[in-house]
């Protein structure tokens, strides 16, 4: 059984900071792409940034210069340094993992995590 688990949101004023971790447990011999997610109340669940095993790294243009993704692999963690944030920063931030491939065999698995509520005050 994989599992993700979010860790670091909270409420924090504008202009404030935020890690976020993600750790992925379980039996897994691999991943390949991770990443955060988020959904704001209302809206639509969207990209903030991934990170693909041999450390590329894309982001959502909203959130380019203020926010870092990075990567551990061995021990299936990623992270997010949030910098600089703002109101609009407010959603539930979600962790996933494509693929997650259990055996050396097996197909790969797209993971979610349950989320981690981050809140920016004005």
């Known amino acids: 059984q994989v599992q993700l688990v979010e860790s670091g949101g909270d409420l924090v004023q504008a202009g404030g900071s935020l890690r976020l971790s993600c750790a992925a447990s379980?039996?897994?011999?691999?991943?390949?792409?991770m990443g955060w997610y988020r959904q704001a109340p209302g809206k639509q669940r969207e990209l903030v940034a991934t990170i693909t095993r041999g450390g590329t790294t894309n982001y959502a243009d909203s959130v380019k210069g203020r926010f870092t993704i990075s990567r551990d692999n061995a021990k299936n963690t990623i992270f997010l340094q949030m910098d600089n944030l703002k109101p609009e920063d407010t959603a539930v931030y979600y962790c996933n993992a494509d693929p997650v491939i259990v055996t050396p065999t097996s197909l790969g698995i797209n993971y979610w995590g349950k989320g981690t509520l981050v809140t920016v005050s004005s």
């Open positions: 379980g039996s897994i011999f691999s991943i390949g792409a």
